[in-house]
């Protein structure tokens, strides 16, 4: 079928063609039938095109009324012929479609009146018809000026076509277009389009991704983006591999933001005509910098973990070894000193048996660093003053190494802290001698102390509580070290010291120690830069203790013990240790024996020294059962361990006192004599009226 707009040029071309052939015949007769046939035939066959055409064919005169209106139009608004041409202009068309076509109408007049008049002019417009019950049809119309024979308009040949259905699909069109570009502006990753590397198209992701404002990326080279060329390079060969490949990978890479950042990326490219390159690529662009972050941040927990696991192992086994040890030395001294208690000072072996004993307290040193190490080490624990502490270690440490030079910076009002002096001193002290170590030429050492507040981002890495911390730094200008040192630097028996010249414990001693107050030490390092470690331990709300300065003195008593234990040469030492104080000992090698006696001889005696590691009934059931024959039963737990865990559980139920073995005679008989007079203080309180 022809084009309307084909019919109307047919139509006008033949019409001035007959106008031409009228001229020449002039007006005879035979002429003027002639033309008037001519007429006629050009009237029907346009009458049969129009007719039969799928758009609505019409002629207007230039009073704008309808002369002719093809069938078709009651396809479009339900109108016949007839009737659609008796409607006014101003009830066929809605308002805004009358005053354009009027518009279009005015200004085709004024170029009539301008131009050749034998031009012909067409001009299209869409407007909105009303058919029949109100019915609005969106139509396109093409308007075409028609002359009588002296150049005159006489009229307008037009034709109306219904375009509903192009209307509805770009209505789709429009609505889907929407509804891209909200997804490419609203969408999650950065979305954009390169085309020879420069910026074409970016959304509003790909900006705050990169810190970019739109107009600061389109039209530029996208190398912009990237921190090193050869990252770029890698980046565009990879990306063309894979579209040249057909492959939809992605690369990840790195992007530098406008602030001068990092952040890392993951690139998904598609070629916008895969085959040809050169026209671009689109491209997402996922930040990926948190995940990798979260990533390595979980390999630092589990890496943590991992060797939390390997130093509890290791502190067990240390710590079992420290308590058979202690119980060994405990035999040795207990015989040393009961021998010494029976010779003169200027006896021959004398001297022998005081360096035994030194020995032995050596050997006691070594077992609490292993048991420091295994995090059983928190012996009296007590509410501190660390300035107090740092401020004695460091000065008993600066006497003996005068090449040092020791900075001190003390916090105000320090948060006082709950710990074992003995071993916060040792703690220091290793940090002081591992510095020192570092700076074989002399150097300096600062320390400082602060108050801090822990957060739960700085506290649960290390497997702490948020809260309030008193924090404890030790810094030297010494040679420093590498990552490998620092990742091992708190391994038991690790040490970067030659044969014969370090044991490995001191700061696995220092690590276990700080782990057992529940708290946490880091260190920073470099080579050549110095060293710093960080101590960080939990303040308490209790008020300072003052210590209390222990002699040498061995005090004499009277009264009946009961002692415990399930080591024959520790039980047989203890009760001559007790027998040549004064006292009178029953002795049990066990909880079940303890008990028995216990019923049996309750009322002589005074107190019970209990071992809290023993086979079958264990100290703490030993205990319990005790307490539940007599109430107030005073007991004395000794332990080859230190009181932590079981031991700290034991004290905390009831227990009078605590003696880690080895114990020299001073220490035994002091603990005993204060649990007695205690009980004594106790009983007269009780008798006054």
């Not at 029976?342 to 292993?370: F, M, N, W």
């Not at 049996?600 to 264990?618: A, C, H």
Request: proline share 3%.
């Amino acid at each position: 079928m022809k084009d309307p707009s084909r019919i109307n040029q047919e139509l006008l071309t033949e019409n001035a063609l007959l106008k031409e052939r009228i001229k020449v015949l002039g007006k005879s007769e035979a002429g003027s039938k002639w033309a008037e046939v001519a007429f006629r035939e050009s009237e029907d066959r346009f009458r049969m095109l129009a007719e039969n055409a799928r758009d609505t064919i019409w002629t207007m005169d230039m009073n704008l009324q309808y002369t002719y209106m093809s069938p078709y139009v009651k396809q479009i608004l339900d109108y016949t012929p007839e009737e659609y041409m008796a409607i006014p202009l101003n009830e066929a068309l809605r308002p805004s479609s009358l005053e354009l076509c009027m518009q279009v109408l005015a200004e085709e007049l004024e170029i009539e009146r301008r131009d050749d008049k034998d031009r012909m002019r067409s001009r299209t417009v869409e407007v909105e018809h009303i058919g029949r019950n109100g019915k609005i049809v969106p139509a396109e119309i093409k308007m075409t000026f028609m002359h009588d024979k002296s150049g005159q308009p006489t009229g307008i040949l037009g034709y109306t076509r219904d375009i509903t259905e192009r209307k509805r699909a770009e209505k789709v069109l429009h609505e889907h277009e929407n509804r891209l570009s909200s997804i490419f502006r609203a969408a999650p990753v950065g979305i954009g389009m390169v085309i020879n590397r420069v910026f074409r198209e970016a959304n509003d992701r790909l900006c705050r991704m990169t810190g970019y404002s739109r107009e600061e990326l389109l039209g530029y080279n996208s190398r912009m983006l990237y921190p090193t060329q050869e990252e770029y390079d890698f980046v565009g060969h990879e990306k063309y591999r894979q579209i040249g490949e057909k492959n939809t990978g992605s690369v990840e890479t790195r992007w530098e933001r406008k602030d001068g950042t990092v952040i890392d990326i993951v690139l998904s490219s598609t070629p916008l005509d895969p085959d040809d390159l050169t026209k671009g690529v689109t491209f997402t662009a996922l930040d990926i910098t948190a995940r990798k972050q979260a990533e390595e941040h979980k390999r630092s927990l589990e890496e943590r973990l991992r060797h939390a696991d390997k130093m509890e192992a290791i502190g067990t086994l240390a710590g079992g070894i420290a308590h058979d040890f202690n119980n060994l030395l405990m035999g040795i001294q207990g015989y040393a000193s009961l021998t010494l208690m029976d010779l003169d000072p200027t006896h021959p072996h004398y001297e022998r048996l005081k360096r035994i004993e030194e020995q032995v307290q050596s050997g006691a040193d070594l077992t609490k660093q292993l048991l420091g190490f295994a995090r059983g080490g928190r012996y009296e624990v007590k509410p501190a003053d660390m300035n107090d502490i740092i401020k004695r270690s460091s000065s008993m440490f600066g006497r003996t190494k005068k090449e040092i030079s020791i900075n001190r910076q003390y916090g105000n009002h320090l948060w006082t802290v709950e710990v074992d002096r003995g071993q916060m001193e040792q703690v220091f002290m290793n940090l002081y001698v591992n510095a020192w170590q570092a700076m074989p030429g002399g150097g300096e050492i600062y320390l400082e102390t602060e108050n801090i507040l822990l957060n739960d981002d700085q506290a649960v890495p290390y497997d702490m509580s948020p809260g309030k911390y008193v924090k404890i730094s030790v810094t030297d200008n010494g040679m420093g070290m590498d990552e490998n040192t620092k990742e091992r630097i708190f391994d038991p028996f690790f040490t970067t010291k030659g044969m014969g010249r370090g044991t490995g414990l001191g700061l696995a001693t220092v690590y276990g120690i700080i782990k057992g107050h529940k708290g946490m030490i880091n260190v920073e390092s470099e080579p050549g830069q110095g060293t710093t470690f960080h101590i960080y331990l939990p303040a308490s709300e209790k008020n300072v203790v003052s210590e209390n300065t222990e002699t040498g003195t061995v005090v004499m008593g009277t009264g009946t013990i009961l002692l415990v234990d399930d080591e024959t040469i520790v039980l047989e030492v203890s009760k001559e240790m007790l027998e040549f104080l004064g006292y009178r000992v029953y002795a049990t090698g066990s909880g079940q024996e303890a008990i028995a006696v216990y019923m049996e001889k309750q009322r002589e005696i005074d107190l019970v020294i209990l071992d809290m590691v023993m086979p079958g009934i264990s100290g703490s059931e030993t205990f319990d059962r005790l307490r539940g024959i007599n109430s107030g039963i005073k007991v004395l737990l000794s332990s080859g361990y230190t009181i932590n865990g079981k031991a700290q559980t034991i004290m905390n139920r009831g227990c009078n006192g605590f003696l880690q073995k080895p114990f020299q005679f001073p220490e035994l008989s002091r603990k005993v004599r204060e649990v007695l007079d205690s009980k004594s203080r106790a009983i007269s309180q009780r008798r006054k009226p």
